[in-house]
């Protein structure tokens, strides 16, 4: 079973960047799409980006598009998330999460590991 960790969370004020990053601990982690989600206080969990398996595909939010990139090492067995231009709204805990069986994976039922997540505050 993978275990992934998630870590780069932090504060930052408006307008700045932050790169997340999440480690798998499989040598298999190539057989999982990648995606992050993130979690605003009192709101769902809602998805972020995607990556596929071999890293040449990414799907974004359209929310997200354009700010954050979504990028994959598999030789390091890390999933990474480049969050650019920051706004106070995006403050949220970020997760990253593999899904087996998804090729798409963007609902959180269809991703089957998770992160403990890490904390982003956008001050303003």
């Known amino acids: 079973q993978v275990q992934l960790v998630d870590s780069g969370g932090g504060l930052v004020q408006a307008g700045g960047s932050l790169r997340l990053s999440c480690a798998a601990s499989?040598?298999?982690?190539?057989?999982?799409?990648m995606g992050w989600f993130r979690q605003a206080p009192g709101k769902e969990r809602e998805f972020v980006a995607h990556?596929?398996?071999?890293?040449?595909?990414?799907y974004y939010s359209d929310s997200m598009k354009g700010r954050f990139t979504i990028s994959r090492d598999n030789a390091r067995n890390t999933v990474y998330l480049q969050k650019n231009s920051l706004k106070p709204e995006d403050t949220a805990v970020y997760y990253c999460?593999?899904?087996?069986?998804?090729?798409?994976?963007?609902?959180?039922?269809?991703?089957?590991?998770w992160g403990q997540g890490t904390q982003v505050t956008v001050s303003s």
């Open positions: 999460a593999g899904s087996s069986y998804y090729p798409t994976a963007l609902r959180v039922f269809e991703y089957n590991y």
């Open positions: 499989e040598h298999t982690f190539s057989n999982y799409v």
């Open positions: 990556i596929s398996r071999s890293g040449g595909t990414a």
